[in-house]
C-alpha cells in the first residue's frame, strides 16, 4: 500500500506483519518498530484505531492517540496508556 501511494519515503520504519511472531496485544511489533528507528519504547507515541493495538502499545510502554473512525472511546476504558481521541489524522495537532 505504502509503495502504491508513493508514501514510503515519509517512514523511517516499517514493520509488517510478517516480520513478527506475536500478533497484537503482544507488544512485539511496537518494540520491533522502537528498536528499528533507535528509540526507547517510552519515547514513542503510537497512532491506533483498535483495542487490541492500543493494548499493545501499553504492553510495550508506548502512549497511544486513539482514531476513533471504527471503535467508540468507551470500548478503550481502562487502558492507561491513551493520552487522547480522534476522529482521524486531519484534527491532530503537535
Known amino acids: 500500500v505504502v509503495d502504491e501511494l508513493q508514501i514510503r519515503s515519509y517512514f523511517d520504519a516499517l514493520i509488517s506483519a510478517n516480520e513478527v511472531k506475536k500478533s497484537k496485544p503482544d507488544p512485539e511489533t511496537f518494540l520491533a518498530c522502537a528498536n528499528r528507528l533507535g528509540v526507547q519504547p517510552a519515547d514513542c507515541l503510537v497512532f491506533e ?15 497511544c492517540m486513539v482514531i476513533t473512525t471504527l471503535h467508540e472511546p468507551e470500548e478503550f476504558a481502562g487502558i492507561g496508556n491513551i493520552k487522547g481521541f480522534m476522529k482521524d489524522y486531519t484534527s491532530f495537532t503537535w
Not at 51 to 63: F, L, Q, T, W, Y
Open 49 to 63: 484505531d483498535a483495542p487490541k493495538g492500543v493494548e499493545s502499545a501499553a504492553n510495550a510502554g508506548m502512549d
